[in-house]
């Protein structure tokens, strides 16, 4: 940990702004309250009051909600799962920590197959059973566990209300503005993109900008449940906030076909640069209207009627300037809305993603292997502070079982143990033995936790440590109510912690989380297989939806350092999602009956013979992309406007293949390591 120069001007509480002094002091108002309503309650470990209070502070009001409401729910189920278990087992420590360490793998599983507060929900049903339950393991009676149980939940739920209580007193930034300020610099940023996009060049800053792009869409899914929680406005336009954000990613995908469309297109006019500059720059204006969009590419219209290249780019263009001029006139109706006004939203469904069944089953697995190994060892040698151990690697299994580097927040979860152990131990023998009051250790505590959040939020790349020394201070100085001053007890339960949390580190890297690669080719798979059913009559995924389920895919490796794995994941997901476009467009045409209908079907038919769950076929997207040209060819020189129509469609068919052609073979050893 490394600390910034002790000048006057770098002190935290001098350069604070007025937001970091409002969320630090909000903070350490609700942890201190919510200790000493605990400790007057005569709650046997009113810390639990604070830790609980800690972990709920969170920016805004939304997120203290919805996380507060998960945080009950999951202290509820943990609870009831603590006594549960614990009371059928308690004459045997065997089939007790098998209970345990089964309910924990479930509460694991759970984590992974769902999201937001309903995985927060199963985390805290899992560590707070932990919590209860282990630390009793030498408990015969059962009275002593229910009081246990039901002052853990009476602490959390102290700490949730207090942490409400002072979200009230000194609220923070309205769910409501930071979302509505997401959703326009997100808007605007599309326009950037679209520049980069644009460029007739492939290079990886290309790509990440579009994983990036695609990433923020979706967490902005977040800021909207938080302002459904917190803000009355907001709830009531729900359904256009969601058909905003599926309007946002419809934009990202015209984008990216357009790009692949002027790639493929040998011949394109020179003007188009200067054109796509004055368009993206007169969209950028509030006041930009269909007038004025359809005055800047009027040059761009195609003048040669066979060219139809040039007409599938003309189309895809105008298609992108309506949907841009329709989303930032709903953005402005949303900004200007009161509080009772309704729109006619169209339909959306709700963002979709998708379950790695495999990670989440191998994630409880190594959960529960961990728990019965060190249970077993805690056992077999009679480990007096067994349960600490316990207790820490359960927390640790069930928290960074679905995180994107678990060995990084293990490392950094024993950084701060160790420095909580060597703080811990000074202030509870150096400090505390000497005061008889808790308003006395107040006068300590309340400065100490105003600095470690404003150095939370000043020293962004050490907020994660802070926010962990914050988090679980209160467990390592153990406020007791009467207070406890053993020091063998003391040490013995600090190593077993770190102990803990070490074995769980063993465990990861024995029973290792899937690798980037592996994780790439289960997506990869996952989207073959939801493409194949978008070819069937009935598909189950609408439009909407399969381009949510798309980049819910692709934003999955957007932190990867697996450069191959996160490439072709974007590419498969980019590819498969343009075709999904034409394929849907061309069911447009299923009320002919007129010979384009039959050229209709064989253009999916191709489709389906090229690609399948386990790959793409070389030879016959080869073929396919002849016998696509072919009929592109042939349509443009039909004397029916409708079939040239269809051949500027097939042409976006062809431009979205024809990436695929670098795509490694099914069974072959570079789809292995690609």
């Not at 152990?421 to 023998?429: A, N, Q, T």
């Amino acid at each position: 940990m490394t600390f910034p120069s002790l000048t006057w001007a770098s002190l935290p509480w001098v350069k604070a702004t007025s937001p970091q002094w409002r969320y630090a002091l909000r903070n350490t108002f609700a942890m201190c309250l919510a200790l000493s309503i605990a400790y007057w309650l005569n709650l046997d470990e009113p810390y639990w009051a604070m830790t609980s209070a800690a972990v709920v502070s969170f920016p805004t009001v939304g997120g203290v909600i919805s996380k507060s409401l998960g945080r009950i729910a999951g202290s509820l189920l943990g609870a009831s799962a603590a006594i549960l278990i614990a009371g059928h087992t308690l004459t045997d420590p065997w089939f007790f920590l098998f209970a345990m360490s089964g309910w924990l793998a479930l509460c694991t599983w759970a984590c992974a197959m769902y999201t937001n507060n309903v995985a927060y929900a199963f985390q805290l049903a899992g560590y707070t059973c932990a919590i209860i339950a282990f630390p009793i393991i030498n408990v015969v009676d059962a009275t002593r566990l229910w009081e246990i149980a039901q002052a853990r939940v009476c602490e959390v739920i102290v700490g949730i209300l207090c942490g409400g209580l002072m979200m009230m007193i000194l609220p923070s930034t309205s769910d409501g503005s930071a979302l509505l300020t997401a959703l326009k610099n997100m808007h605007a940023r599309l326009l950037e993109h679209a520049s980069l996009l644009w460029q007739p060049v492939t290079t990886d800053a290309i790509r990440s900008a579009h994983q990036s792009v695609i990433s923020q869409i979706l967490t902005m899914n977040l800021l909207r449940i938080q302002a459904f929680w917190s803000h009355y406005r907001l709830r009531r336009q729900n359904k256009l906030l969601n058909y905003l954000l599926h309007q946002q990613l419809r934009l990202t995908s015209v984008i990216s076909s357009l790009r692949r469309l002027m790639m493929n297109w040998p011949d394109a006019p020179p003007t188009i640069r200067p054109v796509l500059e004055q368009l993206l720059q007169a969209l950028a204006k509030p006041n930009c209207d269909a007038y004025t969009v359809a005055r800047i590419i009027a040059p761009l219209a195609p003048h040669d009627r066979q060219n139809y290249r040039h007409h599938a780019f003309w189309h895809r263009l105008r298609y992108f300037c309506r949907l841009y001029i329709s989303t930032s006139q709903w953005l402005r109706r949303l900004e200007s809305a009161s509080a009772i006004t309704e729109f006619s939203v169209p339909a959306a469904p709700a963002l979709m993603r998708h379950t790695d069944h495999a990670e989440a089953a191998w994630s409880g697995i190594r959960t529960f292997f961990a728990l019965v190994s060190i249970g077993a060892l805690s056992i077999s040698t009679q480990w007096e502070s067994g349960a600490a151990a316990l207790t820490l690697a359960a927390i640790s299994c069930v928290l960074y079982s679905n995180v994107p580097s678990p060995y990084s927040s293990l490392t950094l979860l024993l950084r701060t143990l160790v420095l909580l152990s060597i703080f811990s131990f000074g202030v509870k023998f150096g400090l505390m033995v000497q005061i008889s009051d808790l308003w006395q250790f107040m006068l300590f505590l309340f400065p100490l936790l105003v600095t470690m959040q404003l150095l939370k939020l000043q020293i962004p790349k050490q907020a994660r440590l802070w926010g962990s020394l914050i988090v679980f201070m209160g467990s390592f100085i153990a406020v007791t109510n009467p207070p406890v001053y053993n020091f063998a007890d003391f040490l013995n339960d600090n190593l077993a912690k770190i102990i803990g949390v070490g074995l769980a580190w063993l465990a990861f890297a024995v029973l290792t989380p899937g690798s980037d690669a592996r994780k790439s080719r289960r997506h990869i798979r996952a989207l073959r297989r939801h493409f194949v059913d978008q070819l069937s009559r009935h598909p189950d995924n609408s439009e909407h939806e399969f381009e949510s389920l798309v980049y819910h895919h692709v934003s999955q490796l957007s932190t990867s350092q697996d450069e191959p794995a996160r490439r072709w994941l974007l590419r498969w997901g980019v590819v498969l999602l343009n075709c999904s476009h034409v394929v849907w467009q061309l069911r447009g045409w299923e009320a002919r009956s007129d010979p384009l209908s039959q050229v209709r079907d064989m253009a999916i038919g191709l489709l389906r013979d090229v690609m399948s769950e386990r790959g793409v076929q070389q030879r016959p997207l080869a073929v396919t992309l002849q016998e696509l040209q072919r009929i592109c060819d042939v349509l443009s020189h039909h004397h029916q406007p409708a079939a040239r129509e269809l051949a500027s469609i097939l042409w976006r068919l062809y431009c979205s293949l024809s990436q695929l052609e670098t795509a490694p073979t099914p069974g072959t050893l570079t789809e292995q390591t690609a």
